[in-house]
């Protein structure tokens, strides 16, 4: 069978990142031990810990939701029940986030809440001495990716951001590839993924006990609950709140932030960005806005899934275990289907062989995998894969395109000062208003 571009682009859609399994023994001595928990026990939350609990130690764990608090600690304490020399089946559960930072015997916390609450919960734990493991998009808006950036270094702690792409090799074979012009120069990057944000408008629903919401909705504005925001108890799909700019970014920040980071990557672009974005042609489209670069590349928002990398001599496509490199219009090495022969690490290692032996660029080879990666730097004190630059930066990627989707128009940027140039753009969109959540408490929780 065949396999043309489009199909690549529309397959291993949605599936997730599948980390490698390790052994689960304790990996350091018990006064080595790192000491973790995590805020947010949902979905991902629940993928995560796994690699928390093989390499740490879980101590706590936060959630608004009573129910998914308490099987999140379940879990933990059913693990050190079955492999007591790792740690003792003691797990504490809270409801407020700054209740689990106020204990000095906590190394490190793991973010992964609603995107609104990515940047409000990291900057207080940097205040309070953890180092971060914080889900993607890292921030919510442009002004707190600058403020993450500024709080890692006055703090000197380590952030690793969630774009678990960049430990997987065939994302970082594609960037090398380009880095190092196996495609010739590069003039284009396509990056597929879904919508932009849209406003919440949902109707009100009863809420049940068990969830504090005043605490849920935290600093964006006041709404009532719907459950397609918190949908209550223990499930296995991905809510819906990403969908909507009060407490996400759409598609455009939820696969954005893994994507577009990847073409960062591919660009050495880590620690700058776009000079403009530019709406789509037609107003109202959900794709085709663009990020353009100093040196002329544009990053394309397209249809469909996955990272295509066009050069003057080839092409390189990358996806979930996907991959494909054609040079001068014909196949490199490619691996996209079982039907192509081969394998996924058959076909990198071809490609490296015959264009990446003697790279001159060289690009970070993660040890372990991600959540590794993170506690290695720990012990450290080196960056890890996607420190708060790498993170911050393409989350405001992301933020620029969702702007000009919502605002249909085009941009100047600075992505040095971080601010917009030529007198294009409003302060405000910099930025979002906060709600004093505290005022609220117990007027409005449901717990």
Request: hydrophobic share 35%; net charge positive.
């Amino acid at each position: 069978m065949r396999t043309t571009r489009r199909v690549f682009l529309r397959t291993a859609a949605a599936a997730p990142l599948v980390l490698p399994a390790v052994l689960r023994a304790a990996q350091t001595a018990p006064n080595e031990q790192i000491t973790v928990g995590m805020i947010g026990t949902g979905r991902q939350s629940r993928g995560l810990v796994g690699h928390f609990l093989a390499r740490s130690r879980v101590v706590a764990v936060c959630d608004v939701d009573t129910t998914r608090r308490e099987d999140l600690r379940q879990r933990v304490n059913t693990h050190y029940t079955t492999y007591p020399d790792q740690g003792t089946a003691d797990c504490a559960a809270y409801t407020d986030f700054e209740h689990l930072l106020a204990r000095k015997d906590i190394d490190a916390v793991c973010i992964a809440t609603p995107d609104h609450w990515h940047a409000l919960i990291t900057l207080a734990a940097l205040k309070a001495g953890k180092d971060v493991y914080c889900e993607k998009p890292l921030t919510h808006n442009i002004s707190e990716s600058v403020a993450v950036m500024k709080a890692v270094d006055a703090y000197g702690r380590i952030l690793q951001t969630g774009s678990m792409q960049r430990s997987s090799r065939e994302f970082r074979v594609a960037c090398e590839l380009a880095r190092n012009g196996a495609a010739g120069r590069i003039e284009r990057i396509e990056c597929s993924f879904g919508d932009p944000a849209i406003d919440c408008d949902l109707p009100e629903e009863p809420l049940e006990p068990g969830l504090d919401w005043n605490l849920w909705l935290g600093p964006a504005e006041y709404r009532p609950y719907h459950s397609e925001l918190s949908p209550r108890g223990i499930h296995d799909h991905w809510p819906n709140w990403r969908r909507y700019r009060q407490y996400g970014g759409g598609a455009v920040a939820d696969w954005g932030a893994h994507h577009l980071d990847i073409a960062q990557w591919a660009l050495g672009m880590d620690d700058s960005g776009p000079v403009a974005v530019l709406p789509p042609e037609k107003r109202g489209a959900k794709r085709g806005a663009r990020l353009v670069y100093a040196n002329g590349v544009e990053v394309v928002h397209k249809d469909g899934f996955g990272v295509h990398i066009f050069g003057t001599e080839g092409e390189i496509l990358v996806n979930r275990g996907k991959f494909w490199f054609i040079r001068e219009g014909k196949t490199v090495a490619k691996f996209t289907q079982r039907e192509d022969g081969g394998t996924l690490d058959s076909a990198l290692s071809k490609a490296e062989r015959e264009y990446l032996k003697d790279a001159k660029v060289q690009l970070y080879r993660v040890r372990d995998n991600h959540i590794g990666d993170f506690l290695e730097a720990m012990r450290t004190r080196r960056k890890p894969i996607t420190h708060e630059g790498v993170g911050a930066r393409s989350a405001i990627c992301c933020h620029l395109l969702n702007l000009v989707y919502y605002y249909g128009q085009p941009i100047k940027w600075n992505p040095a000062t971080c601010t917009f140039a030529d007198g294009s753009g409003d302060p405000r969109w910099l930025s979002g208003s906060r709600r004093d959540y505290r005022k609220q408490a117990g007027q409005t929780a449901g717990a």
